[in-house]
DNA sequence: GTCTATAAAGTGATAGAC
DNA sequence: GTCTATCACTTTATAGAC
């Protein structure tokens, strides 16, 4: 029943990749296993353990494929503002948030948005490791010119609301790329305003009074 | 490793209860096996079959065992300031908010709240459909209030906002409880304060201009 | 690099004794 | 209501043929 390939395009690896995407959003790296993986993928089962070593392994390379090149884009979004006398706040969450839905617009970003999110919300030590060892200074960054910005804030306070903002976007975030967007409303257009949207909020949750 | 008896305290169905909770929130529901949690509750295996029917029944107890009383809880203090010509956004929130730390106050209540962000990250469709079903009718109460409160924004905007602010709290809740509080702050002190915080950030998240 | 076959362990669930 | 023993399956992982 899980059972027709779903992805026949692409190296094995890449199918795999691909497959592992689709399923982790599905029902969380617990509940999809190797075989409805493979069978999805259209690769034989011992394919995983010889391209990727372990299921573990595979998990890390799903989040490697995309985390690299999203926050790289952050990243460079990001050094475009920093610093700069007259950047806004506004600025520096676009760096951070635009990158993200500009991902979602093909269907297998968007379900790695999905993936992101379930690991966010489980707290396994393992995961929370490997994120944090590849891809902390990202936040590291981010955190600063946020401070930059909001001189009038604690530092406590300024972490509580980067944490609130932070769980309001995963959250949002997953969900978009499956919200149904207007016929008359471009693509573009769409993620525009979905931008705008999280940008106008998150400047609210930082920055009131 | 799991192994040795971590709830030796009451009913056999509350053991069973107990230790669910605990293990549902450190490694999910698919990651939790009924060995490991009749272990930890130091009960025997088959009775989770015995009193629950099945590992699905399980789940679905452990969240009403909470949610009926949180659920009648943020009910009452919401129905105290709905339709109030003075109510003030603060009240509303504060209705739906103070009830779920209140409930994080002793452990286990907190390891629900850990529970709760879990189910809310997972799209699990049966799961949802549950809570859907039976707690439905809380978030239509509360979004009917939000609604009388903020004329201004339209339906779409209004459904936005409470589903970022959604995010934000579940994710923050799911973290209170196991913050380090200072020792010179009183337990009701320091929950004052987390009211406080998360109302004052979902109301900036609700009502920005 | 891909396959079959299988090992070794884990899974939820249940029958039947007490 | 609690126990042991077990069924019927699924899980990850690997050895070895091609």
Redesign the interface.
């Known amino acids: 029943m899980d059972g027709f390939p779903v992805n026949s395009s692409g190296s094995t690896k890449e199918r795999i990749l691909g497959a592992a995407e689709l399923l982790f959003a599905?029902?969380?790296f617990?509940?999809a296993s190797l075989r409805q993986l493979t069978a999805a993928a259209g690769v034989n089962l011992a394919a995983v353990n010889y391209h990727f070593g372990s299921k573990e392994k595979l998990v890390e390379e799903v989040f490697r494929r995309r985390l690299d090149a999203l926050n790289e884009s952050r990243l460079v979004a990001l050094a475009k503002v920093a610093g700069a006398p007259d950047t806004t706040l506004e600025d520096v969450l676009e760096a951070y948030i635009r990158p993200a839905l500009e991902l979602s617009h093909d269907n297998s970003g968007a379900l790695f948005m999905?993936v992101l999110?379930?690991a966010?919300?489980?707290?396994d030590d393992s995961l929370r490791q490997f994120l944090s060892t590849n891809y902390g200074h990202v936040m590291r960054q981010f955190t600063a010119e946020f401070a930059r910005l909001l001189p009038q804030l604690s530092k406590p306070e300024l972490y509580?609301?980067i944490?609130?903002?932070?769980?309001?976007?995963?959250?949002?975030m997953?969900?978009f790329g499956m919200i149904q967007r207007k016929g008359d409303v471009s693509e573009h257009a769409h993620r525009e305003q979905t931008v705008q949207?999280?940008v106008?909020?998150a400047?609210?949750?930082l920055s009131?009074p």
Chains 1, 2 share one sequence.
Do not use: I, M, P
Not at 163 to 172: E, I, K, R, W
């Open positions: 599905q029902r969380g617990d509940g999905r999110a379930r966010f919300a489980e707290h509580w609301r944490d609130l903002v932070t769980g309001a976007l995963t959250h949002a997953s969900g949207h999280l106008r909020f400047v609210a949750g009131h």
